[in-house]
């Protein structure tokens, strides 16, 4: 069975770091497009705020450039999601999915992780 696991999410202050990891297991991410998304309360799930597919990364959400990474660890069949100067607005589930499309939209992909909590809060 193919899996995803998120984890790294927590209760962080505004200005804050965390460093959300999507670990794969029954298959190889290498190879696939990942991508991360969060869903905020009371809101829809966003586009894919980064993602990835072999050497190509980008960001695609305005508000997370400049400020979130993406990035492979292919030994540990995982991807990472670095959050830095994390805001109040971050705040919400975030999820990764991965597949063979190199998109944006959460339908672009095939199989999904259940999700990790970032809060932001003073």
């Known amino acids: 069975q193919f899996h995803l696991v998120e984890s790294g999410g927590g209760l962080v202050e505004p200005g804050g770091a965390l460093k959300l990891s999507c670990q794969a297991s029954?298959?190889?991410?290498?190879?696939?497009?990942v991508g991360w998304f969060r869903q905020a309360p009371g809101k829809e799930r966003s586009p894919a705020l980064c993602f990835t597919k072999g050497e190509m990364r980008q960001c695609y959400v305005e508000s997370v450039k400049g400020r979130f990474t993406i990035s492979w660890d292919n030994a540990k069949n995982t991807v990472f999601l670095q959050m830095n100067n994390l805001q109040p607005e971050d705040t919400g589930v975030y999820y990764c999915?991965?597949?063979?499309?190199?998109?944006?939209?959460?339908?672009?992909?095939?199989?999904y992780g259940q999700g990790t909590q970032v809060t932001v809060s003073a």
């Open positions: 999915a991965a597949g063979d499309l190199y998109g944006i939209s959460w339908y672009d992909y095939d199989y």
């Open positions: 029954g298959f190889s991410l290498e190879g696939h497009s």
